[in-house]
């Protein structure tokens, strides 16, 4: 089998209200941009994959890769692992392209890609991962609606400039929700994007104060509560407090991961196969998490191709505890966030999130609403 020919679109689906996410403080949302790329083999097999864009800055990457994939066995994955990683001596995150090839080979195998690498289980455990910073009483609302949709478990954001109300968000949901429902929070400082609003820098001390509070609070993870490459402090904050420290999504390849394991910044490590590393080195660095005892949870904050591409790297290893499920009504919802699929992923009675069983990633683009929100670039 060979790779024939690149196809990719700029989409920018509209959302139905204005979303604001705490990573990008004081800039709105309004729609759910991405890079869509298919793959082209002379079998007739196609591969999708997608980037999360936020303007046009990916617009020349898929000319460029295609010079490195046509008339290639897309089978080859440990060879274009390579070619990825040196894609990002010129500035691109390429690993999303990686997630295109695992479509193929499912596909051409007639199996779902996570029976491909072990098949540890068929669904995860949800847990709604909101996306904006709200008034207690608005997120107490929120929060039971996401309780009686029947999630078992919130990821909240500490976005606030006082320690004090971060807490007071907390202890509001958390006596609303009650004890039988998991909490966690994303304090959103590994990598802060700077020039549009004011936002709160943690320090190590504050990152410990607010560690041995959450865990009071019953917290299940405080995540990114510190710079990415901070990794003295990530250790010496882990090692801290009982609480389970989270992150990883920014982190690239095997080697920052190896760094972040072997010296124990994170409890759970969360790479994100289309930003992070890829389908197969996403498999790697569990196996090396799953060796030091720690649990890998995967990033999923990008668009339904990307959750369909990380939840395949979820369901296939031992040592995956819950599925980040981004859900913040009425901006960021399913029909939004997978309008380029015919059919959004949702949970299930139980709270879980189903792996598809068809072939590949088990999705189906819907091209209409592609092309009717997309621009062709090759």
């Excluded at 024939?4 to 204005?18: I, M, Q, R, S, W």
């Excluded at 460029?64 to 010129?90: M, Q």
């Excluded at 509560?225 to 090692?239: E, F, N």
């Excluded at 009504?329 to 069983?357: C, S």
């Amino acid at each position: 089998m060979k790779i024939t020919d690149v196809e990719a679109y700029l989409c920018h689906f509209p959302l139905p209200e204005p979303f604001y996410p705490t990573w990008i403080p004081g800039l709105p949302m309004t729609n759910n941009s991405l890079l869509l790329v298919k793959l082209f083999t002379d079998e007739g097999i196609e591969g999708v994959t997608a980037s999360v864009a936020f303007l046009g800055e990916l617009r020349g990457t898929p000319e460029l890769l295609k010079v490195f994939l046509v008339e290639r066995d897309p089978f080859n994955v440990e060879h274009f692992i390579k070619v990825f990683r040196s894609a990002k001596a010129v500035g691109i995150r390429a690993w999303f392209m990686e997630v295109a090839l695992w479509d193929i080979i499912g596909k051409a195998l007639g199996q779902p890609v996570y029976r491909l690498l072990g098949a540890y289980r068929d669904r995860v455990k949800a847990y709604a991962s909101t996306g904006e910073l709200r008034e207690p009483s608005a997120r107490v609302e929120s929060a039971l609606a996401i309780k009686e949709k029947g999630f078992k478990a919130i990821k909240l954001r500490l976005k606030s400039m006082d320690i004090k109300d971060d807490l007071a968000l907390v202890q509001a949901v958390r006596d609303a929700v009650g004890d039988d429902m998991e909490i966690m929070v994303d304090a959103n400082q590994a990598w802060p994007i700077h020039g549009f609003g004011d936002y709160p820098v943690w320090d190590l001390k504050r990152a410990m104060t607010m560690a041995k509070e959450l865990d009071a609070l019953g917290v299940a993870w405080l995540e990114e509560p510190l710079g990415m490459y901070d990794y003295d402090g990530l250790s010496t904050l882990t090692a801290s407090t009982s609480l389970n420290i989270s992150g990883g999504e920014m982190n690239s390849d095997i080697f920052e991961f190896r760094e972040l394991i072997g010296r124990r910044c994170y409890d759970v490590i969360q790479p994100d196969v289309t930003l992070s590393c890829g389908i197969l080195n996403g498999k790697k660095i569990a196996g090396m998490a799953e060796a030091a005892g720690l649990s890998l949870n995967p990033h999923t904050w990008t668009n339904g191709i990307g959750l369909a591409a990380n939840l395949q790297l979820m369901a296939a290893i031992p040592n995956c505890t819950h599925c980040e499920f981004p859900y913040e009504p009425p901006g960021w919802v399913p029909e939004a966030r997978d309008a380029m699929l015919t059919e959004p992923f949702d949970i299930d009675e139980e709270g879980y999130v189903k792996l598809p069983d068809a072939p590949g990633l088990g999705i189906e683009l819907d091209m209409e609403k592609v092309q009717a929100h997309g621009g062709k670039l090759i």
